[in-house]
Nanobody, 127 residues
Framework: EGQLVESGGGLVQAGGSLRLSCAAS????????IGWFRQAPGKEREGVSC????????YYADSVKARFTISSDPAKNTVYLQMNSLKPEDTAFYYC????????????????????WGQGTQVTVSS
């Protein structure tokens, strides 16, 4: 059974940075796409970014392009989300998820495609 554990969330001022980590176990890391999602109170869960561990392809939501960077360390079975220039609207609970389905640039953010989910980590950006 696959497991994902997020870490690195916290409270930061606007303009600051955080790096989230997603440690994976129980499945073949290189076969999976790892995605980051977030959900703010009263809002739907949205895809933030994903990385295809088989070929390194990455996708980003428009709202985070040029500010967030996703990366993968296969030696550690860990995916990172470096978040820079954080804004109050980035405040949310952040989850990582894993899927064997390569959905491409138009469908990668569909949460129902992902079979494993972590418990999440809170990111709060103060103004």
């Amino acid at each position: 059974e696959g497991q994902l554990v997020e870490s690195g969330g916290g409270l930061v001022q606007a303009g600051g940075s955080l790096r989230l980590s997603c440690a994976a176990s129980g499945f073949t890391f290189s076969d999976y796409v790892i995605g980051w999602f977030r959900q703010a109170p009263g809002k739907e869960r949205e895809g933030v970014s994903c990385i295809n561990n088989s070929d390194g392809t990455t996708y980003y939501a428009d709202s985070v392009k040029a500010r967030f960077t996703i990366s993968s360390d296969p030696a550690k079975n860990t995916v990172y989300l470096q978040m820079n220039s954080l804004k109050p609207e980035d405040t949310a609970f952040y989850y990582c998820a894993a899927t064997k389905t390569y959905a491409g640039p138009y469908f990668w953010a569909r949460a129902r495609l992902y079979e494993y989910w972590g418990q999440g980590t809170q990111v709060t950006v103060s103004s």
